[in-house]
């Protein structure tokens, strides 16, 4: 059987920044709340020019760079902030990155589970043929509203994908764990710009999707917990990786202590949350922070809220060696807000029924550049 997996990854984040250390000060709490509660340290907004488009077009520029177009015949892009009802996003990052007509596009939802979607889809495309690839990009901006509990939870990122034959990077395994189930605990109406979130049902919703996602991974004849090398979970927030791997632990009876979670939240405590591409910035968070992974089991585990989970097992190839960490400089370089910038931001919104220009703001090599006839607008740099 042809190995399939991951064969390049890339991240894309925003202009701006927040830091949590910042919001704390101005509303009155301990910055430990959220840097050691929550485990997180800032989160990304994007500029006025930036939306889910523009961070996935990034990213997956710089992945054709490297790997070039040769295959690429479907780009399948996975969100749940979606700027259209009908349209594919991908679409708007078909036409920004010149890929020919030969290529099918189309948009993946499923809260944050949509992004382990598409890669399923994008194995089962290269499956029925070999020599095509699959670009898979997961791009979310999470919003809660002001002065809400989830308000430090926010985040923006994009994770692309190329998904191949004989990957470089991952090959992902046959045995897969599902688990779905009605669960009222996150969602977003249509009419609303920002998500509602029951935190406390989230949390046990997410860690009982997780132990019957295991348990079907086990009854499709998966690997051992013994046979994992490392395990990378979706963290809406970092502490919630710690959380579950303490429940995993309790309910295989096996110790798994901590490895690989520092190094697998290193991207996600700076980014915040990126939703449909969170687990994906904590896979190349542990490639690009953890030698000697090569021949290692990778598990992860894909949650989205509603809900649906997944678990699924990857075998580390020699190519994640020659991985180096550049996203860091990346996070670096975006501009820091003030909490009043930050909130001026969190209010803006785009009229509906008028034309309207964007400032440019964004440095990255796409930009939104307005509405037009009702129509988005996007440019090259």
Not at 221 to 231: Q, T
Not at 255 to 274: I, P, Q, T
Request: glycine share 10%; with cysteine; hydrophobic share 40%.
């Amino acid at each position: 059987m042809t190995a399939i997996g991951i064969h390049d990854i890339e991240l894309a984040s925003t202009h701006h920044v927040l830091d949590l250390a910042a919001l704390a000060a101005t509303t009155g709490v301990d910055p430990d709340k959220y840097r050691i509660g929550l485990g997180q340290d800032e989160f990304s907004v994007p500029a006025p020019d930036e939306d889910i488009v523009t961070m996935g077009a990034t990213a997956a520029l710089a992945v054709l760079d490297r790997n070039g177009l040769e295959g690429v015949r479907t780009l399948l892009f996975a969100t749940e902030s979606g700027i259209d009802h009908s349209k594919a996003a991908g679409v708007f990052v078909h036409q920004l990155l010149g890929l020919p007509p030969q290529v099918r596009v189309a948009e993946i939802k499923q809260a944050c589970y949509g992004g382990t979607a598409a890669i399923q889809a994008a194995i089962g495309i290269v499956q029925r043929n070999p020599r095509e690839r699959v670009l898979v990009i997961a791009s979310d901006v999470a919003r809660y509203a002001l002065d809400s509990p989830g308000e430090p939870t926010q985040g923006a990122g994009a994770a692309a994908i190329l998904i191949a034959a004989d990957p470089a990077l991952i090959e992902i395994e046959p045995a897969t764990g599902l688990f779905s189930a009605n669960v009222d605990d996150f969602w977003r109406p249509n009419d609303s710009s920002t998500a509602i979130v029951d935190g406390k049902l989230s949390i046990s919703a997410y860690l009982d999707a997780m132990t019957g996602a295991w348990d079907d991974l086990a009854a499709q004849g998966g690997p051992a917990i013994s046979a994992i090398n490392r395990l990378i979970y979706h963290q809406p927030y970092t502490k919630m990786a710690r959380k579950a791997q303490a429940r995993l632990a309790e309910y295989t009876g096996v110790e798994l202590g901590d490895a690989g979670l520092a190094e697998g939240a290193v991207y996600n405590r700076r980014l915040g949350n990126a939703y449909t591409a969170s687990l994906y910035a904590g896979v190349a968070s542990v490639l690009d922070h953890e030698s000697g992974l090569t021949g290692k089991r990778l598990g992860l585990f894909s949650y989205g809220s509603g809900s649906v989970s997944e678990f699924l097992t990857g075998v580390v190839q020699t190519g994640a060696e020659s991985r180096t960490d550049h996203f860091t400089s990346v996070l670096d370089s975006r501009v820091p807000l003030s909490v009043p910038e930050y909130r001026e931001l969190h209010a803006r919104a785009l009229p509906s029924d008028t034309d309207v220009v964007t400032p440019r703001v964004t440095a990255a090599p796409f930009r939104f550049a307005g509405i037009e006839g009702r129509a988005r607008r996007y440019e090259r740099r």
